[in-house]
């Protein structure tokens, strides 16, 4: 979009009017700024020129001159009413390929974190996660109920299983009949699989691998890798609504396209590609661009470790992903493209922050081990029924009589993705009441994100820029 209006319009002036709630947004001199709006999306002013072409000349790209106006509500609805084109608050902006981004940034910052590598360079092989088109229908918490579910939305007429599923109308990629179709020809228990649904929230789906079939996408060229002895690396490329660069997490199932966010898609990446059924050669791949692959066991190889495994690099990404100094250096580029991890500047770097990447991916995946004792006892008597979770000095309550204790704050605020597993969790477990399996399960979320706050605090990256 950008693009096209330069190419449309002569002139553009983009005047930042800020106010951007969500970013909690402050003046640069450190008082407050205020939206001119009561919403809590910055706004812009945006005035585009275009003046009579030439004959038989080609148009440059539009100049684009640029503003910032910060402070009170009323003393930018003052400085908007005095201002015109030609204020002293536009001055003109330096634009690069390919973004074309029409605000102020540090090219000299970009330019350090373009010289990195691009996780979609280093695992070629990747795809979204599983698009279902009917999450209600086609996944459940309880592996016996969607068998029993499956099997009577086969067996019923169309229209009746439309109605009594309440499936709506059918759309281009997915239809009542062609799900019924599906299952009927692939008809077998053995087909509902686990699927990560969201962070640290395992359900069960009934998986055919058939396009546009009970599952609209599937993604079986990909998700097919994840239903063996795998790692899979997900995250987003871009991040909406002004929050902060969360997005990574390691899963070892098939996941959904929100699995790690609910606003933007999520990629899955996986570390192996198996080989197909029956052919020839039954080798496991590494799923890694050779060059870049042999350049990092080049620059961390060393005498006390050697080079490092396939394991080592996924963890050096795990680690530099989850490293603050990284977030917080290269935020504004990664909440527009699929993430650069910048290569090693030395082998004591690569195995530290490898090490640190590996903490983290087993906790993720809730090894038992890495998580350790789970001090966070479940008090009060209650049928254990969810009904408006809260958090309040220490404690998680799920209804009026019965809470979690000891829970550290951060735990419960604490993002993945778009997440806030903590209080995620438990919101969809709503009306329902928790098992003990639940209730042991929900401790170990909490240990989870709190152990990963502290191991993230102890990744030292440093960062070029």
């Not at 059924?277 to 470790?305: C, M, Y």
């Not at 991890?341 to 082998?347: D, G, H, T, W």
């Amino acid at each position: 979009m950008r693009w096209h209006l330069l190419n449309t319009f002569d002139a553009i002036y983009v005047l930042d009017l800020h106010g951007n709630a969500k970013k909690k947004e402050v003046s640069p001199d450190g008082s407050p700024d205020k939206n001119v709006f009561d919403i809590q999306q910055g706004v812009a002013i945006i005035i585009a020129v275009k003046k009579k072409a030439a004959a038989g000349k080609d148009k440059p790209l539009a100049k684009v001159l640029h503003g910032d106006l910060w402070g009170t509500r009323s003393g930018k609805y003052d400085s908007l009413r005095e201002a015109g084109v030609k204020a002293t608050h536009f001055e003109p902006l330096s634009l690069q390929a390919p973004q074309y981004v029409m605000t102020r940034r540090d090219y000299a910052l970009e330019e350090a974190y373009l010289e990195g590598f691009g996780v979609q360079e280093l695992m070629p092989v990747n795809s979204v996660g599983i698009v279902t088109a009917r999450d209600a229908l086609t996944i459940d918490m309880d592996k016996g109920e969607l068998w029993r579910r499956v099997q009577d939305f086969a067996a019923l007429p169309v229209e009746e299983a439309r109605t009594k599923y309440q499936l709506g109308k059918d759309v281009q990629d997915w239809q009542v009949g062609w799900a019924q179709g599906d299952v009927k020809q692939n008809f077998s228990e053995d087909r509902v699989v686990p699927i990560a649904y969201r962070p640290f929230d395992t359900r069960w789906t009934y998986y055919t691998g058939t396009s546009r079939g009970f599952i609209c996408r599937p993604r079986d060229e990909v998700m097919r890798h994840a239903f063996k002895q795998n790692l899979g690396l997900s995250f987003t490329r871009t991040i909406e609504g002004g929050r902060d660069f969360a997005d990574v997490l390691v899963f070892d199932q098939p996941i959904t396209h929100h699995s790690l966010s609910i606003k933007e898609v999520n990629v899955f990446n996986p570390l192996y590609l198996y080989p197909e059924e029956g052919s020839l050669d039954q080798t496991r791949r590494v799923n890694f661009d050779p060059k870049i692959w042999r350049k990092l066991r080049e620059l961390a190889r060393d005498d006390a470790h050697g080079e490092p495994d396939e394991i080592a690099i996924f963890d050096y990404i795990y680690g530099v992903l989850h490293s603050p100094d990284y977030r917080e250096t290269f935020a504004e580029f990664l909440k527009i493209d699929f993430p650069r991890i910048p290569y090693p500047a030395s082998p004591d770097i690569f195995w530290h922050v490898s090490e640190k990447g590996g903490e983290l991916r087993r906790l993720h995946l809730m090894e038992p081990a890495a998580i350790g004792e789970t001090p966070y006892p479940f008090m009060g008597e209650g049928d254990g029924v969810v009904d408006k979770p809260s958090f309040d000095a220490g404690s998680v309550w799920i209804n009026k009589a019965q809470r979690f204790e000891g829970v550290p704050e951060i735990a419960w605020n604490f993002y993945i993705g778009g997440y806030q597993p903590a209080q995620k969790w438990l919101k969809d477990r709503k009306g329902r009441a928790l098992s003990f399996a639940d209730i042991q399960h929900y401790q170990r979320i909490i240990k989870v994100l709190f152990e990963t706050h502290r191991i993230m605090g102890e990744i030292e990256l440093p960062i070029e820029g």
